[in-house]
């Protein structure tokens, strides 16, 4: 069982283009993390969210966590060839935050 | 400061051969993380280490595999006899305690085939 479903599994989209992509679960987290992973490489922290309803911008990377701390999504607007990679998503439990659990991925590919 | 250092990057090996994997923490990190990734099941833990001590090693898959920290600066993944199914990549991770929400920081990985 998949605590953390990431969709889609794939997104190939033109540069220039917006696009969003989930991290869902049935279960609270105390803070969720995005991670970009590179071919070759190993992931890379994005942002950690912590509040329910929080918002948080990395130039033009907006990340949000659910009301419920059960889901987040990954906002891109005009898409770059740069952002191409895996995005991660990662979720620590309420007393059990020592250690994470993470999603399989969306696979992102920015066509020039 | 170097990040997490790994090796060997690939490793090509035989089935029924022993693989041994490496990896060297940052500097002053206290938590230590063996992961493996697979198309199919993602990224997942194996074990994990508070101040060289084993704190969970419910994620590792078989008694084929064990994993060793000797000190603050070393650790490594064993898996004996290896088998095709064991063909992944392995990536370690490390992390200071007290910093806030988990952040961790991962090697590159090395790149195991088990033919």
């Known amino acids: 069982t998949q605590l953390l479903e990431q969709s889609p599994q794939f997104l190939s989209i033109q540069e220039g283009e917006n696009l969003t992509v989930y991290c869902n679960s049935s279960?609270?987290?105390?803070?969720l993390q995005w991670y970009r992973q590179e071919p070759g490489e190993g992931p890379v922290l994005l942002v950690t969210?912590?509040?329910?309803?929080e918002v948080k911008k990395l130039k033009r990377l907006t990340f949000q966590f659910g009301d419920a701390r059960k889901d987040s999504s990954l906002h891109i607007t005009a898409a770059q060839p740069g952002d191409t990679g895996l995005y991660l998503c990662?979720?620590?439990?309420?007393?059990?935050?020592?250690?994470?659990?993470f999603g399989k991925g969306t696979r992102l590919h920015i066509l020039p | 400061d170097a990040g997490v250092i790994q090796s060997p990057r690939h490793e090509v090996t035989e089935m029924g051969q022993e693989v041994t994997l490496r990896c060297k923490p940052i500097?002053?990190?206290?938590?230590l993380f063996w992961y493996r990734q697979t198309m199919m099941r993602g990224l997942e833990l194996l074990i994990y280490?508070?101040?060289?001590?084993?704190?969970?090693d419910s994620g590792m898959p078989e008694d084929r595999f064990s994993a060793k920290m000797p000190n603050a600066s070393f650790s490594t993944l064993k898996i004996q006899p290896s088998e095709p199914r064991d063909s992944a990549v392995y990536f370690c991770?490390?992390?200071?305690?007290?910093?806030?929400?988990?952040?961790?920081?991962f090697g590159p990985g090395t790149r195991l085939t088990v033919l």
């Open positions: 991770a490390s992390r200071r305690a007290g910093v806030p929400y988990n952040e961790q920081f």
């Open positions: 279960s609270v987290f105390s803070s």
């Open positions: 969210v912590v509040t329910g309803g």
């Open positions: 990662a979720g620590s439990f309420m007393n059990r935050d020592d250690k994470i659990i």
């Open positions: 500097s002053g990190h206290d938590y």
């Open positions: 280490f508070n101040n060289n001590v084993p704190i969970d």
